[in-house]
């Protein structure tokens, strides 16, 4: 019986390295705690994570010049009470018209 097979010290050198590299490649590919896997989804989330920050800095500016506008002009806080919360001055009657 030929058990030269099973010892891998009586392997040629060129298979012994490519069983060495092709373990190594699925190691850093694949199964290590940094993957180039692991890398790639980690790349793709922080992509989308800029992505949704800028919308979000976006939108906080855009109702910060709304506070700012409610604060300064009193004539948009007055239409914004009459539009939207229903409120009038004394002696106004408010019509209101559904379409």
């Known amino acids: 019986m030929n058990l030269r097979f099973l010892n ?4 040629r050198r060129s298979l012994l390295l490519s069983v060495l590299l092709l373990m190594l490649v699925l190691w850093f ?3 290590d705690t940094y993957s180039v896997w692991t890398r790639v989804q980690l790349n793709r989330e922080k992509k989308e994570l ?5 919308r979000l800095q976006t939108e906080t500016a855009d109702y910060h010049e709304k506070i700012e506008s409610l ?5 948009v806080l007055e239409r914004l009470a009459r539009e939207e919360y229903g409120m009038r001055k ?3 009657t408010i019509y209101r018209i559904q379409e």
């Open 50 to 54: 800029v992505r949704e920050t800028n």
């Open 29 to 31: 590919g694949f199964i």
């Open 90 to 92: 004394p002696g106004e």
């Open 8 to 11: 891998p010290l009586r392997w």
């Open 71 to 75: 604060e300064n002009n009193p004539g």
